[in-house]
């Protein structure tokens, strides 16, 4: 099993997630056809793959504008649990997480009741916005200083 989270752009606390249990291959980016879609004009149709090898997880990176961990752009790295990935220089966060208990305890917090406060649990040191900030939901519209992403189709 394999967990994404979208975190906040602030404060670092994932605001949605998508578990998968058997995909060989997870695709992120803007187009509809991504396992997960992210609606930023700085995140590429196609940007980021991820895969299932005979070691465990690899990241590919697909997108023009570029992957980042821990500030350095990569083209190919193994995943390791809870890292965090970048899209573009500054683009979404996403962390992910292949140990299962951490994925459950993940669901967990994110699938409760908003009006339900999460539990005492010393080993989880998450909250949990009560709101999804408005500029995460909305589709950006690409701006003009954006570089155009990998597959853009332009006229001749």
Do not use: C
């Amino acid at each position: 099993m394999i967990t994404l989270s979208l975190l906040h752009p602030l404060h670092k606390t994932p605001v949605q997630h998508w578990t998968f249990e058997v995909e060989p291959v997870i695709r992120i980016g803007r187009s509809s056809d991504n396992d997960v879609i992210l609606y930023s004009a700085v995140v590429s149709r196609h940007h980021v793959e991820i895969y299932r090898t005979r070691d465990g997880w690899e990241i590919k990176s697909l997108g023009t504008n570029g992957t980042y961990l821990e500030g350095k752009r990569i083209t190919q790295v193994p995943v390791e649990d809870g890292i965090v990935i970048r899209l573009a220089r500054s683009g979404p966060n996403i962390q992910i997480r292949t140990s299962p208990e951490q994925s459950s305890a993940l669901k967990a917090l994110l699938n409760r009741p908003r009006s339900q406060p999460p539990e005492a649990d010393p080993d989880i040191h998450l909250s949990i916005p009560t709101e999804v900030p408005k500029h995460i939901l909305e589709e950006a519209e690409p701006d003009s200083d954006a570089v155009p992403d990998d597959d853009t189709d332009h006229p001749h």
